[in-house]
């Protein structure tokens, strides 16, 4: 069973009708037909928003961006560019602070609806910081700064054991079994 | 606002997040006169008349504006564009390309179908024939099954028809057409997926449910009684709000139409239950079961949300943060951002 039917593939026909899109993908230098996109909703005090989920590189390697192409843009926690000179005025938002312990990021075991998830949490906090001042869940001091502590039992584990499958990481070969240097160079 | 009835709970509702927000309607607004503006000018004699139609004219489009529809009615004393309506088509298409925002321009059976630069939504323009007694033909070309024809129709009519149900339910029709419509949208994010029914069938299904006055939530329910109703029939029964002899559900295929059946029948015990409660404090909240976290409601209450972000008890429930303990739990990352030298 689909546990969130509103994750949608984007063809390249879609993101070229979406501008925030077309000007990320023109910032990365990127084709759209060689951008991998996903959109999802979001059901937030601001009314229903539409998030897209950017693959830059593979999911195992390079980190997602995520879009949020409605409501306010001003946020405590956005990244550049950023729009009008304003500090934090933009469609990205920044989910999560990228040296901190594997628990407390989204890696590619969780999937889309991990990560879309995260960004759901994040709109939240948005809509909650605009009306309050105040950011309710943990967030990082910005700029470079020091990880949080390792708490493994923060761990959320994923969603669906299929997900691990789909993303299991190729282990380490044993030193015996991997290539020398001279069979890769025959290779 | 202080919210203490249910009636109020879908008003602000509607308000916050159904409706198509100002900028958008704003930004639509300068772009199709603009755009009528510039296919004047492109067409010289050809250019008799344009209006709006469709769902943006009738005001019913919900959350985001998809699509402008512009009747071009064109001038054609010599025959020539009766008997060719691909190259009224083709009129159209070399007109669209005048205006400076319109950057991919595709023709469809009825419209051309126009991407504007810096904007989500686009603009079919639609060209059109006077047919000699007071009403419109519209050019319909389908090559794949070889028509290549003038189609009778009424676009105004059913401009007429949404406004009139409007006044005879006291402003209800429109609004709640829209929160029928949100629920329609809410089962996927991309533009291109089925939705459980086309736009138009919502409209048609609630303007021959509503006869009279009513609160909202009695609209919502007499909505989705009468999806069942109809969706549940094997022939068409859907009548057109702008011409009663035709019906909406014509082309709806059976199992896009079992599926919707589906999907409406899965609801309507959470709408009965809604509209049913009495309390109407819980009444807003059994409404979250069917529109989501953004329905106003003592359990969406910013305040709540926010202390269980900050228990870290929150969890996702469909594609919203919830109090309930039965969700999804979020992976509990520190949100961040760049130092102010970084930007």
Redesign the interface.
Known sequence: MR?????????V??M????DVAAYAERARVRLWDLLAY??????????L??VAVFPGHPDTAHPDVLC??GPRTS???????EDGV??KSATL?????Q?PQ????TAE?GL??LF??A???V??E??WR??G???????P???TAP?REEPS?A?PP?SPRNTILHRRPSVLPASERPTTARKAAA | MSISTVQQAFEEFER???RV?DVENRAAKRVQAEFREAVQKALGAWYADSFLAGSYRRKTQA??LKDLDIVIVLNDPTGELRASPSGALALMKGAAHTYSLV??VEVKCRAVEC?LD???F?ADLVPALQDGRGGLLLAYVDRKEGIEEWRPADPKGQVAACQAKNAATDGAYVPVTRICK?WNQ????????EKPMPSYLVEAILHDALSGSCDWSDAVLAFFENAERHLSLPYPSVPCPGKSTDYVDEKLEDPRRLKALAKVQTVLPYVRAAANETDPYKAMDAWVFVF???FPAPS?K?GL???A??N?T?T?V????SVSSSG????????????????
């Open positions: 546990l969130d039917s509103t994750i949608a593939l984007l063809t026909r879609e070229r009708r979406l501008p959109s999802a909703l979001a059901e937030t005090g601001d009314g229903r539409r998030l192409l409605d405590k926690h956005r990244n550049p560019p950023f500090f934090g920044c989910l999560y602070y990228r901190d628990e407390r990021r989204w969780y609806l991990g998830d995260i759901r949490v994040h939240t906090n809509y909650i009306r309050d105040r950011w309710p869940s943990e967030d990082a910005h700029g470079m949080a923060l959320v969603l | 916050t997040s159904v927000a959350v985001h950057r991919h991407e810096g904007h989500s686009w949100f809410s089962f996927t994010s991309s533009p291109s997926q989501g976290q953004s969406t910013p949300i926010a202390k972000l900050r870290r929150a996702v469909g594609t919203g943060v999804r739990q979020p992976i509990p990352v520190r949100s961040h951002g760049p130092a102010p030298t970084e930007s």
